[in-house]
């Protein structure tokens, strides 16, 4: 941030002194007059070129960052997604269910209901992935979008993982 105010400061100095430069040379005659503007000219002509690269730098910056409303909106979802995540895990009742229960679902379907109720209800996909199904994502997909076909989870968006709630 000091640098780019140093460098604004640099460029209107010199875009001060070209048009003083300018003005001297109106009083001047001849020769002298013509040193006054051509000087004028490249430190008026320098100064523009720098003021419009550092225009450049500045909206590069600032499409990069996030503003004022995006910060907000961005801070409202994450409360939301908390309420939401703690609104499923006061609804969920931690029961440990026996493996029977499961016996309409495949194997891999009852290693994870029965990984999700040892995890009082809730896991992050990335750990679904790495702790049951040894890294294999379209494994853990597939898995994870039958249950919630079969309507026993449910699966919200956490950052850049998916977490999975029992219904």
């Not at 001297?24 to 430190?43: A, P």
């Not at 029965?114 to 209800?121: A, H, M, V």
Request: proline letters at 0%; aromatic letters at 8%; charged letters at 35%.
């Amino acid at each position: 941030m000091r640098g780019n105010n140093f460098n604004n400061l640099i460029i209107v100095t010199s875009f001060l002194i070209g048009v003083i430069v300018l003005l001297l040379s109106y009083f001047e005659e001849g020769t002298t007059s013509l040193i006054y503007q051509l000087i004028s000219l490249v430190v008026l002509t320098v100064s523009a070129v720098f003021l419009f690269i550092e225009n450049i730098k500045f909206s590069r910056n600032h499409k990069e960052k996030k503003i004022g409303h995006e910060y907000i909106s961005e801070e409202f979802n994450r409360k939301e997604r908390k309420k939401e995540e703690d609104m499923f895990k006061k609804n969920i009742v931690s029961i440990e269910l026996e493996e029977t229960d499961y016996a309409d679902l495949t194997e891999d379907e009852q290693k994870l209901m029965n990984k999700l109720n040892k995890n009082e209800g809730s896991m992050e996909q990335r750990d679904i992935t790495k702790k049951i199904f040894k890294d294999n994502k379209v494994k853990a997909h597939r898995v994870i979008s039958s249950l919630e076909e079969k309507d026993l989870v449910i699966k919200r968006k956490d950052g850049k993982t998916n977490k999975i709630f029992l219904k």
